[in-house]
C-alpha cells in the first residue's frame, strides 16, 4: 500500500534524483564542451604541424635541387680545370706550339695548330683568300695573320717559334 508519507517521500527523492541527473548532465555537458575544445585546438596544431612539414618538405626539395645542380656545376667545372691544365702541360711541353690568330694586328684567338685556326676563322664566314701570307708589313695592315708561338723555359713565357731562344745568350747586353 502506498501512504501519503510514503508518497511525498518518494517524490522527494525523484526530485533529489531529477536535481541529481541536472548536475551530473550539467557536469557532463562541460566535460564535453571542453574535450571538444581540445580535441578542436588538437586538430588546429596539429593541421599547421602538416602544413609546416609540407613547407619544409618543398624548402628541402628545392634545396636538394640546387645542391645537385651546383654538384653538376662543380664537377663540370672539375673536368674543364683538368682539361686545361691538361692542355697546358702538353703546350709547355719543348717543341709543341700553339697559333695566335691575329686580325688587324690584334689578338683575336689561340688555336692549337693552324688548322684549328683555318677552321674557326671559316666558321666565321671568312674566306680562305682573306688569309695573307706573313711579310714585313705590320700586323696592323694585314686582315687576317697567323703567329705560332710556343712556352720558353728559358724566359719563363712565350716566344714566336720564328725568334729564336735567347739560351745561350748570357753575356749578350
Do not use: C, K
Amino acid at each position: 500500500m502506498v501512504t501519503a508519507g510514503r508518497l511525498r517521500r518518494l517524490e522527494r527523492e525523484a526530485e533529489q534524483a531529477g536535481t541529481r541527473a541536472r548536475e551530473v548532465q550539467a557536469q557532463a555537458d562541460t566535460a564535453w564542451g571542453r574535450h571538444v575544445r581540445e580535441l578542436f585546438a588538437v586538430t588546429d596544431r596539429a593541421e599547421r604541424a602538416e602544413a609546416a612539414t609540407a613547407e619544409v618538405g618543398a624548402i628541402l626539395a628545392r634545396a636538394v635541387d640546387e645542391l645537385s645542380a651546383a654538384q653538376q656545376e662543380l664537377l663540370l667545372r672539375d673536368i674543364e680545370i683538368r682539361r686545361l691544365r691538361e692542355e697546358l702541360v702538353g703546350a709547355r711541353r719543348e717543341g709543341s706550339w700553339l697559333v695566335l690568330l691575329l686580325h688587324r694586328g690584334e689578338p683575336h684567338s689561340i688555336h692549337r695548330n693552324q688548322g684549328d685556326a683555318h677552321a674557326y676563322v671559316a666558321t666565321l664566314g671568312i674566306p680562305v683568300q682573306a688569309w695573307e701570307p706573313s711579310d714585313e708589313r705590320p700586323a696592323s695592315e694585314v686582315l687576317w695573320r697567323l703567329v705560332p708561338f710556343t712556352r720558353d723555359e728559358a724566359v719563363n713565357g712565350f716566344r714566336s717559334v720564328s725568334v729564336p731562344s735567347p739560351t745561350g745568350w748570357e753575356g749578350a747586353a
